[in-house]
């Protein structure tokens, strides 16, 4: 069965630092892959996916996500966090069957930023 | 982006009524549509598939008289919580896809309160 863990439920960073949120996945075939944002009040926002080809993906509001298959991983990245980036960040994996499958979604890890 | 719409974004209901829930796709045909449940600071959880015209596919563990499902077009699937209990309040997302390969996009959500 696939799974997506999210090790880090909280993460407090300063405005302007650098962001990293990990993710680690477990799947018997090729995943795809995603990072969600969720803020209060709001549905999920997609800020990135990978399907196939490049392992470093660009998303939106300058967020990048590296695939390394040899560790499982796919871990989120900022270069300089905003306030606004605030919110609780969903890691999910899904089958080969992209948007026929449903997703297995992480715990989430909500970021603080620290003025 | 696709966007996807759900209503009531929150409704209160009496134990033991029945409540339903839209979920629609604006802008695109969702051939696949997904419905996910989340508890308070916890993730995602994929109740159920349901493809335009054919029965839904459960989760395991999920109570198939208990939530329906149906997906009556290519751009509305309701969910029914009937005879609702305090155990279902909850926050019920629905999400969309175009198929295969395809991204999923996600409704805002339906807070749920049983009484």
């Known amino acids: 069965a696939q799974s997506v863990t999210q090790p880090d439920i909280h993460i407090t960073v300063s405005e302007g630092a650098s962001l990293e949120l990990r993710c680690n996945y477990s799947?018997?075939?090729?995943?795809?892959l995603f990072w969600y944002v969720q803020s209060p009040g709001q549905g999920l926002q997609l800020l990135l996916k990978?399907?196939?080809?490049?392992?470093l993906v660009q998303g939106i509001k300058g967020f990048e996500a590296e695939f390394k298959r040899s560790q499982s991983s796919f871990n989120l990245r900022k270069p300089s966090v905003h306030w606004s980036d605030a919110a609780e960040y969903f890691c999910?994996?899904?089958?080969?069957?992209?948007?026929?499958?449903?997703?297995?979604f992480g715990k989430g890890t909500h970021l603080i930023i620290q003025p | 982006g696709a966007v996807v719409s759900q209503h009531p974004s929150w409704v209160i209901c009496k134990s033991g009524t029945s409540v339903k829930i839209e979920c629609r796709s604006l802008?695109?045909?969702?051939?696949?549509m997904f419905w996910y449940r989340q508890f308070p600071k916890q993730s995602l959880m994929l109740m159920a598939t349901?493809?335009?015209?054919?029965?839904?596919?459960?989760e395991q563990g999920v109570e198939k008289d208990k939530f329906l499902i149906n997906h009556a077009s290519l751009t509305l699937s309701t969910l029914t919580v009937t005879s609702a209990h305090p155990e279902d309040s909850s926050f019920y997302i629905c999400?969309?896809?175009?198929?295969?390969?395809?991204?999923?996009?996600f409704g805002p959500g339906t807070r749920l309160t049983v009484l």
């Open positions: 999400s969309g896809g175009e198929g295969v390969g395809d991204t999923q996009y």
């Open positions: 990978y399907f196939s080809g490049d392992t």
């Open positions: 999910a994996v899904g089958g080969s069957g992209g948007g026929a499958d449903g997703l297995t």
């Open positions: 799947y018997g075939a090729t995943p795809y």
């Open positions: 349901s493809n335009e015209g054919s029965k839904a596919t459960y």
């Open positions: 802008d695109f045909q969702a051939t696949t």
